[in-house]
């Protein structure tokens, strides 16, 4: 059972940037594919960004691509996103996920989440 946490959210200014780290516990971190979601209020959980288990394979959505970049320390158990140029349209719930599968972390539902972190970005 791997446990994962978030952190690093807050409310910044449009332009602004924020890295979010996601901490995991409980199993073999480097074993897991990492990604992180988001879900808007009213809206459905969307994909954000995924990594697989040594860095060598990262996947972003569109709307994100450029902008934010996902990494990882597998000596740290921790997974991050750093997110520059926010947007308005950027703020959301953001969640960590993991799986042991790579494909069920971009394409499908993951097995493991944290709680989520707020990110709110004003105009």
């Known amino acids: 059972q791997v446990q994962l946490v978030e952190s690093g959210g807050g409310s910044v200014q449009a332009g602004g940037s924020l890295r979010l780290s996601c901490a995991a516990s409980?199993?073999?971190?480097?074993?897991?594919?990492m990604g992180w979601f988001r879900q808007a209020p009213g809206k459905e959980r969307e994909f954000v960004a995924a990594i697989n288990w040594s860095g060598g394979s990262i996947y972003y959505a569109d709307s994100v691509k450029g902008r934010f970049t996902i990494s990882r320390d597998n000596a740290k158990n921790t997974v991050y996103l750093q997110m520059n140029r926010l947007k308005p349209e950027d703020t959301a719930v953001y969640y960590c996920?993991?799986?042991?599968?790579?494909?069920?972390?971009?394409?499908?539902?993951?097995?493991?989440w944290g709680q989520g972190t707020q990110v709110t970005v004003s105009s």
């Open positions: 409980g199993g073999t971190f480097s074993s897991y594919a």
């Open positions: 996920a993991a799986d042991s599968t790579w494909s069920r972390v971009v394409h499908t539902t993951p097995d493991y």
